[in-house]
């Protein structure tokens, strides 16, 4: 049977219609699965016996299972689910100055490949449902007590873009004043460069954050890192995004990983700004995070602290994100390729 998570507040309407229901019992029925995330329909206390008997015959209603949590000594929390398939997704919880980002994967597995992350060793299964990708949500929140999400970001793994339509369908039940309630700009999604995707985003009159995996300010750099450049070369992606930012009035930022002698020298902070500077964004440095099956390493400090002064020198707006659960398989795939 179809999960009722995979339905939207306006569908569920159409189906009570079709059972002679009103519109407010779906809205009912909504409140129950995203506001109380009870994971039963015999839960339901305000719906008759009649019509949960009718949801149960008609709709599934089941949990992920957690094959393992890992919990960092920063915090940082790792779990990694089974599908009822047998494909395995990571999610993650990250504690930060009073915030609470879950990160979210978006299929099982990565077709794009890029040259130094876990996500896409193991090669790519299949899209996830929306009831997948917001019961990984639902069960972070059955880890917490007196804690509330705060922040979503789909920086899991897979590409969000390219599992469009249920990504989508999923944001806008996170974001629903009766769904789960969380405000647009507290939600991100990250793409390799999917132009077609960004450009039908920048469409949809959400103001959620948009955010781009650069890794490389020119194009043999960042066609070797991401095979995707082939497809969607950087000039186009840097039009697309600066069209997104005007559209959506949102700030778009770019994400950079730090790789030694790779993409944090002098000439790649030059190419880095003359790519971005003069209009809304920024950029996230992130300093590598090793994966057995690369042979890239972390720059030093002091090639990180000359990067970052170069940037900042030159008016990019730059932050240095701290790596999080280095001590637990953190980066994207890591702990989803060990238990495979």
């Known amino acids: 049977m179809k999960d009722i998570r995979d339905y939207s507040l306006d569908e569920l309407k159409d189906v009570f219609k079709s059972w002679d229901e009103t519109a407010y019992r779906a809205k009912q029925a909504f409140s129950w699965l995203y506001q109380k995330r009870v994971d039963s329909f015999d839960l339901m206390s305000n719906l008759s016996l009649e019509l949960r008997k009718k949801l149960k015959d008609n709709f599934s209603l089941d949990r992920l299972k957690l094959d393992r949590l890992q919990e960092s000594s920063d915090g940082t929390k790792k779990f990694l689910f089974a599908l009822e398939d047998g ?62 999400v705060t922040n979503v970001v789909f920086m899991g793994t897979g590409e969000p873009l390219d599992n469009y339509e249920n990504v989508l369908k999923a944001i806008r039940i996170i974001n629903a004043s009766q769904g789960l309630n969380i405000g647009a700009r507290r939600i991100t999604i990250s793409t390799c460069g999917i132009i077609p995707g960004i450009k039908r985003l920048a469409s949809e009159g959400l103001q959620i954050e948009l955010s781009v995996s650069l890794h490389a300010a020119d194009e043999k750099t960042r066609t070797r890192l991401m095979p995707v450049n082939k497809k969607y070369p950087l000039r186009d992606l840097i039009s697309a995004c600066k069209d997104y930012a005007v559209l959506t009035k949102r700030q778009v930022t770019f994400e950079y990983v730090l790789i030694k002698d790779l993409n944090c020298s002098k000439e790649a902070g030059d190419n880095l700004v003359r790519l971005l500077r003069g209009w809304e964004c920024k950029v996230n440095l992130l300093v590598y995070n090793p994966v057995r099956e690369f042979p890239y390493q972390p720059p030093e400090e002091r090639e990180v602290e000359f990067f970052v002064w170069l940037l900042r020198k030159k008016g990019i707006v730059v932050t240095l994100r701290k790596s999080r659960g280095k001590d637990i398989d953190g980066a994207c795939g890591q702990l989803r390729n060990r238990s495979l």
């Not at 990250?94 to 299929?107: D, W």
Request: net charge neutral; with cysteine.
């Open 87 to 148: 494909n395995l997704i990571e999610s993650v919880l990250i504690p930060v100055k009073g915030r609470l980002t879950a990160c979210l994967s978006s299929q099982a597995g990565c077709p794009f490949s890029c040259g130094f992350c876990a996500s896409g060793i193991a090669g790519f299964k299949r899209n996830l449902e929306v009831s997948e990708i917001i019961g990984q949500l639902l069960e972070i929140y059955y880890t917490l007590k007196d804690s509330a």
